[in-house]
């Protein structure tokens, strides 16, 4: 994984309108993963593929604990409702924090990355070691008892 450079304010591809995801590719999952290492990094809880330059609409959001990530490909708002008011900031405005008023709740439409599993999220050596000692020992029916650690 790696982390990204966050494009900062003023920077024109902040301000394009980004392109639809299309297929969901190994490439696709990788962004995916950067833009999550890259988010994390910086001490964010979310993140927009054009702030790091990817002219795709692709977010990736952490839980307000910030411990697991969702990835939104083509998120659309088409409810909102209320009003409320927050301090927010932006990674590409590092620094500087405003109250914004926003709808107080929303609905949200994306796809949702699918087909994930933990080992997709490892680095590829211990990968490799989980794919091996499946390969040689099989996987239990009652796995739920069992389990093998690396």
């Not at 702030?51 to 604990?65: F, N, Y």
């Amino acid at each position: 994984m790696a982390v990204l450079r966050v494009r900062k304010y003023g920077d024109p591809a902040l301000r394009q309108r980004a392109l639809p995801v299309g297929e969901v590719t190994p490439e696709l999952r990788a962004i995916i993963a950067d833009m999550t290492d890259t988010m994390y990094d910086e001490v964010g809880i979310g993140l927009a593929a054009p702030q790091v330059g990817i002219s795709l609409r692709l977010i990736v959001v952490a839980d307000e604990e910030g411990r697991s990530v969702q990835a939104l490909l083509n998120p659309a708002i088409v409810e909102q409702g209320g009003e409320a008011v927050g301090e927010e900031g932006c990674l590409s405005i590092p620094g500087v924090f405003a109250p914004v008023t926003r709808a107080a709740w929303v609905k949200v439409e994306a796809h949702a990355l699918d087909g994930v599993l933990f080992i997709d999220r490892v680095d590829a050596v211990t990968r490799d070691r989980i794919k091996r000692k499946i390969k040689k020992e099989g996987l239990r029916e009652d796995a739920s008892r069992h389990a093998f650690a690396l």
